[in-house]
């Protein structure tokens, strides 16, 4: 009777708990909103997997990158690949937590930010997920809770977006560049250890044992079994284009001597001999290596990795040992620089550091991009190897060193990896609906350790300054050093006076301003404009010198007017120097200018002089207009912040004031229509060779016309010394 009675309490005590715990299932149920308790993943089970349950890592990983500009390569939209397409992130719930888990996923170590309102511009296409929330140490965003894969009810204009700390984790492979493939015994690391004493006393390191990092030491390769293309790929990750033949029988006996040494306690070893004694059995990490030449990494060839307890790891061998031949630009001695060819085909531009940039090929005596479609590794290590650096490092793709201007010559290269130039690789030629400059491919190439680190910003106490050791420094951009740029053989500064101390701000990315070359062909012409309507114009210098004696208000001006349409093609905002606190009021046009001389225009002859010349100051730098999907971010109008988005153009329209060249006092004849952008430097650019536009211009005393008109680097060197030298030709192509 007595287990009867406990079984029918136990059954009511079950019942009550089962009735308790139905009302909290309700209760958390109506408070919690469903989309808030369900992981991406979708789960087919019944069963709820717990919250403190560790996610299990997935076999593909979740392929994640960074779009839109202006950004810079650590920030940006962030886009998931997911069912074969690409889609964004809505910013509704969206936290810092969420920054450091995608930051991380893109190889950063955390994010110090994050941005909603689609800052980077609109994506496209899906956005794959809406109220994300995660913890921050999640692996991946998709094991972050949300409504789901493709549930959302946000649009475009709350894409999300991160800004990662500029901080890599060692190793990782970027999901937003196309980088090498390794296998899990990842080599994160090539150095050469010269043993010669003259190479070690020489940057770069050209020659010497391979050592590679691994976890968290350094060791060696044994050579048995190497080759001439294990070589090539050691030197391109070097920063080398070339390797150059080892006298192996020379460190043969350098290996022995010093075996022979150490036998005699007396008898002193060679810094060079240690290198093959110290721990000789336990420091060959790598057994063999089996290139076949094309590799960008050495992770990517197939390697046989030695037994952690075998006795020998080289036996009959020895530490591998390559030779390097470095590219011109660094390279010391004039003679090996002359027999080293550059391809004058070839460039990189926009980049902010030797080595890398937007790749740009020549044809027809004018320069073109190359679009990204099928762009690889292979393909920008042949560029970086044609242009004397070493291996490509990265492929970017997406215009990530900004965009071109002018034609797109090639779609679908696919080089091999051995060609000696991207010319002889198999590519597709560019039809109008192919490509367009957002698609503009470029590289990071490997190069060479020359001494110099990275460091974050640093400063020094002037008070310590007693001598100025540099003056008058004038450099064209391409020096790899002050010494190397022009500059005052004495000393002209004060002694001791630190307000005479040049410093620099150093940035990633900056802005490059192009002018829109056919527009001022298509819309030039000449305007006889009274003198009554040109007072403003006199009082802001836009007439020539001799309007100053005209009979005022009576005659008139002869002026050459067009209209200018002035792009950033860059990676940052192009910004007034001057903030709006110190902008100048000019009464007469009733309006600020933020910079005095934004832009010089100037009519030459065949010498080079100037027979006339005008200026346009930046009254107003806004965006008139921008690219498809580009947000306006300047305007003018209520007193607004002036600039020039990335992607967008500022329009200075024919008919305004000033945006003219007087040439009253000009005899008809053949001239040089020049127009420099921002020509004092005032603003940082990317690229200043394309600054200045010119064309061919002549004039016959009633009439103008203007051919040839072009960008300062758009054409060959050839071309442009015949242009220069021809001013008067009337063919529309150069040749």
């Not at 292979?378 to 190897?385: H, L």
């Not at 001006?557 to 110190?582: M, Q, T, V, Y």
Request: hydrophobic share 35%.
């Amino acid at each position: 009777m007595l287990s009867i009675v406990s079984f029918l309490l136990s059954e009511v005590m079950e019942q009550s708990r089962r009735r308790r715990q139905l009302a909290y299932s309700l209760l958390f149920g109506l408070w919690l909103p469903s989309c808030l308790t369900q992981t991406t993943p979708s789960n087919t089970g019944m069963t709820t997997p717990k919250p403190s349950a560790s996610p299990q890592p997935q076999i593909e990983r979740l392929r994640v990158r960074l779009a839109g500009f202006p950004r810079k390569h650590n920030e940006g939209r962030i886009e998931l690949f997911h069912k074969g397409e690409w889609g964004t992130i809505c910013d509704d719930d969206f936290s810092i937590s969420n920054a450091n888990v995608l930051c991380r996923q893109l190889g950063f170590v955390s994010a110090t930010g994050w941005t909603h309102s689609a800052k980077y511009g609109k994506g496209q296409g899906k956005i794959w997920l809406d109220n994300v929330l995660c913890n921050g140490g999640e692996k991946s965003i998709e094991f972050c809770k949300s409504r789901g894969w493709g549930n959302s009810d946000c649009t475009h204009d709350e894409d999300a977006g991160v800004v990662c700390k500029d901080e890599r984790i060692p190793g990782f492979v970027d999901s937003n560049v196309i980088d090498a493939h390794v296998d899990e015994n990842k080599i994160e690391e090539v150095r050469l250890r010269p043993v010669i004493a003259m190479a070690k006393k020489r940057l770069p390191i050209t020659e010497g044992v391979v050592e590679v990092r691994y976890k968290d030491g350094w060791a060696q390769i044994c050579d048995l079994g190497w080759t001439t293309k294990n070589t090539h790929v050691v030197c391109g990750m070097l920063g080398f284009p070339h390797e150059r033949k080892v006298n192996r029988n020379f460190y043969k006996r350098l290996k022995k001597r010093a075996a022979e040494k150490v036998s005699k306690p007396k008898v002193k070893v060679s810094a060079g001999g240690r290198l093959y004694l110290e721990r000789q059995k336990s420091n060959f990490h790598i057994h063999s290596v089996a290139c076949t030449g094309t590799e960008v990494h050495l992770a990517a060839c197939p390697l046989e990795f030695s037994k952690p307890n075998a006795t020998s790891s080289c036996g009959g061998g020895m530490a591998a040992v390559v030779s390097c031949m470095p590219g011109p630009l660094f390279i010391h001695n004039s003679g090996l620089k002359k027999k080293f060819q550059i391809s004058s085909n070839v460039r990189l531009k926009g980049g902010a550091r030797v080595g890398e940039g937007r790749v740009e090929v020549l044809k027809n005596n004018e320069w073109g991009t190359v679009c990204d479609d099928r762009w690889n590794l292979q393909s920008a290590s042949v560029v970086c190897r044609e242009l004397g650096f070493g291996s490509a490092k990265e492929a970017l793709t997406g215009a990530r060193m900004g965009q071109g201007m002018g034609p797109i010559y090639m779609n679908e290269v696919k080089c091999l990896g051995q060609e000696k130039s991207i010319w002889n690789c198999p590519f597709r030629n560019i039809t109008s609906e192919d490509c367009k400059h957002m698609e503009d491919a470029a590289v990071r190439c490997n190069v060479p350790y020359m001494g110099l680190e990275n460091s974050e910003t640093w400063y020094w106490d002037n008070s310590n300054v007693t001598e100025m050791v540099m003056s008058g420094v004038k450099c064209v951009g391409n020096e790899m050093a002050l010494t190397q740029c022009q500059h005052h053989k004495t000393v002209s500064c004060q002694r001791a006076a630190p307000k005479f101390a040049a410093g620099v701000i150093c940035s990633e990315t900056a802005s490059d301003l192009v002018l829109n070359a056919p527009l001022v062909q298509q819309s030039v012409y000449i305007e006889d404009r009274p003198l009554h309507m040109l007072y403003c114009a006199a009082e802001e210098n836009c007439l020539s010198k001799s309007a100053a004696k005209a009979n005022w208000p009576y005659g008139h001006r002869r002026l050459l007017r067009f209209s200018s349409e002035i792009h950033n093609i860059g990676r940052a905002d192009f910004k007034p120097k001057a903030g709006r606190h110190s902008w100048v009021w000019h009464a007469c046009h009733g309006h600020y200018h933020s910079m005095d001389i934004f832009t010089n225009y100037d009519l030459l002859n065949a010498n080079g002089s100037k027979v006339a010349e005008g200026h346009k100051a930046s009254f107003c730098l806004e965006d008139t207009d921008c690219q498809e999907g580009v947000s306006k971010r300047y305007e003018c109008a209520n007193f607004g912040d002036q600039g020039i988005t990335v992607g967008c153009w500022d329009t200075y329209r024919h008919d305004i004031d000033c945006q003219w060249i007087d040439i009253t006092d000009v005899k008809p004849g053949n001239y040089i229509l020049q127009v420099v952008l921002n020509p004092n430097h005032e603003v940082a650019e990317s690229d200043f060779t394309n600054n200045a536009m010119k064309c061919n211009c002549k004039y016959d005393g009633h009439r103008i016309w203007l051919h040839n008109c072009h960008t300062g680097d758009a054409f060959s060197e050839e071309a442009e010394r015949r242009f220069e030298k021809y001013p008067g030709q009337m063919d529309n192509q150069i040749s």
